[in-house]
Nanobody, 119 residues
């Protein structure tokens, strides 16, 4: 059964770049037809999709975050990384990585990691 695990700093200063890694086990991030997403949930709000990297390496980002977002991958270590630049306190959230398959549903999630943006 595939497992996803987020890692990264829990505290980021305003204007800096948030960087998180999702390490995947028991599946390859190059397996067709999966996409690998980053999703966040700000306090008191719903889930917000940030973007994904597909099995092919193609990426797609939320239009509202696109200018600040970059998702990349390391196929050797089987992980993918989120970078969100110029963060503000509004980027404070629990960040999740998740897998989506051909059914277009998220069938595997990481446990989530809290990121707080504060000076």
């Amino acid at each position: 059964q595939v497992q996803l695990q987020e890692s990264g700093p829990g505290l980021v200063k305003p204007s800096q770049t948030l960087s998180l890694t999702c390490t995947v086990s028991d599946d390859s991030i190059t397996t067709n037809p999966y996409t690998w997403s980053w999703i966040r949930q700000p306090p008191g709000k719903g889930l917000e999709w940030i973007g994904y990297i597909a099995y092919s390496g193609n990426t797609y980002y939320s239009p509202s975050l696109k200018i600040r977002t970059s998702i990349s991958r390391d196929t050797f270590w089987n992980l993918f990384t989120l970078r969100l630049s110029s963060v503000t306190p509004e980027d404070t959230a629990v960040y999740y990585c998740a897998r989506r398959g051909a059914t277009m549903t998220y069938d595997a999630w990481g446990q989530g990691t809290q990121v707080t943006v504060s000076s």
